[in-house]
């Protein structure tokens, strides 16, 4: 395919083309929801793909070559959001059916976008074989784009366009990892902690923390009335940790709640 921008009334631009076959199909049934990010998951969490073409390029590999990049794909949901996941295996299960197992979700920070998966959502495989990587400048983001990407042979205007908003996903800090909680906390009330991640360099050396990689390091730790309730009260930080005073819980709950989820 041949991939081109409309650049403003002035006509379009090539910006792409890639003559290998792609790994395309959707999902049949549901991807489950996610057990845990950051880890495997058991080889029971697995998910079927009904492949339209490519059905060569989904093989099993090794932990070591996951950990490197392989097989990763973007599970994109009727709406636009894109969850990247990676698999350990794949078998093929039927006729141009695969199933996926072994698998580590919500890659490189989407997993806000793990849950909430629907049957027949478009696959595609992330190989760099059939896949390029094409950036925007900063001034593109949140700008809606008109593409238009014909097949070799295909005439321009037969080809079906299509409108795509950069959100600049690549450029947000990841979210912390391994919440925790402490009580009572220093000096009272809830001490409330997690490790950061980093989106860039991110080996452990010497056992200290991955580097920052971010300008500045700050955090919003919003206190709610349960899963999904009323913001009660945002707590401010520049470090990994934050304490929710005794002061400020009487004043929200009347006391120490039962129950904490974080």
Do not use: C
Not at 57 to 66: A, D, L, P, R, W
Not at 67 to 78: R, Y
Not at 148 to 153: C, E, L, S
């Amino acid at each position: 395919r041949v991939l081109y921008i409309q650049e403003g009334t002035s006509g379009v631009n090539n910006i792409g083309t890639s003559t290998a076959e792609a790994a395309i199909g959707v999902t049949d049934g549901a991807i489950p929801e996610p057990t845990t990010v950051g880890r495997f998951e058991n080889d029971d969490a697995s998910f079927v793909i009904q492949v339209d073409t490519g059905e060569d390029q989904f093989e099993s590999t090794t932990v070591e070559n996951i950990l490197a990049g392989a097989n990763l794909l973007a599970a994109i949901k009727a709406n636009g959001e894109t969850e990247l996941i990676q698999f350990r295996k794949a078998v093929l299960t039927g006729t141009s059916t695969v199933t996926v197992s072994g698998l580590l979700r919500g890659r490189r920070g989407t997993e806000p976008y793990a849950t909430g998966h629907t049957d027949g959502e478009t696959v595609v495989l992330l190989s760099t074989a059939s896949t390029q990587l094409l950036s925007n400048a900063r001034t593109d983001i949140n700008a809606a784009m008109d593409y238009v990407a014909p097949t070799i042979g295909q005439l321009f205007e037969s080809a079906t366009g299509f409108t795509f908003t950069p959100t600049g996903e690549d450029l947000k800090p990841y979210s912390p990892a391994q919440v925790d909680i402490a009580v009572p906390g220093t000096p009272d009330g809830v001490d409330i902690s997690w490790l950061r991640r980093t989106r860039i360099g991110g080996e452990m050396v010497d056992d200290m923390d991955v580097p920052l990689s971010e300008q500045s390091e700050n955090y919003e730790v919003d206190i709610l009335v349960g899963p999904g309730g009323t913001v009660f009260r945002t707590l401010m930080t520049s470090t990994d940790s934050v304490n929710y005073s005794d002061a400020d819980i009487t004043t929200d709950f009347g006391a120490l709640p039962a129950i904490l989820d974080v």
